[in-house]
């Protein structure tokens, strides 16, 4: 069983929003930072935003600055991107990853869990 199981994903029209959220189970949720990456079709996974275990350092890609938001709730064990002003270049499947780590959380390297996957799609 997948320890990080996305939802929210969906299909939305440019300058929609949408709120991932990403579940843990069977982790010591409070002790990982959690990131969240996304893959377009015939592209590399690229690093989007990513929450260190306090929530004191949320580092951001620059193409999502200022448009998407990274939350965490450690009582639900649960991270969220919300994501707003969506683009059709934001279109990707999204994952949520899990780091022991706190620093080089760009890195899909540092991560050693990783989801299944939620698939947004920012229609024109």
């Known amino acids: 069983q997948v320890p990080l199981v996305e939802s929210g994903g969906g299909l939305v029209q440019a300058g929609g929003s949408l709120r991932l959220s990403c579940v843990a189970s069977?982790?010591?949720?409070?002790?990982?930072?959690m990131g969240w990456f996304r893959q377009a079709p015939g592209k590399e996974r690229e690093f989007v935003s990513a929450?260190?275990?306090?929530?004191?350092?949320?580092p951001y890609a620059d193409s999502v600055k200022g448009r998407f938001t990274i939350a965490r709730d450690n009582a639900k064990n649960t991270v969220y991107l919300q994501m707003n002003s969506l683009k059709p270049e934001d279109t990707a499947v999204y994952y949520c990853?899990?780091?022991?780590?706190?620093?080089?959380?760009?890195?899909?390297?540092?991560?050693?869990?990783w989801g299944q996957g939620t698939q947004v799609t920012v229609s024109s």
């Open positions: 990853a899990a780091s022991i780590q706190s620093d080089s959380l760009v890195r899909p390297t540092s991560y050693v869990f």
């Open positions: 069977r982790l010591t949720f409070n002790i990982y930072s």
């Open positions: 929450i260190t275990r306090s929530g004191s350092s949320t």
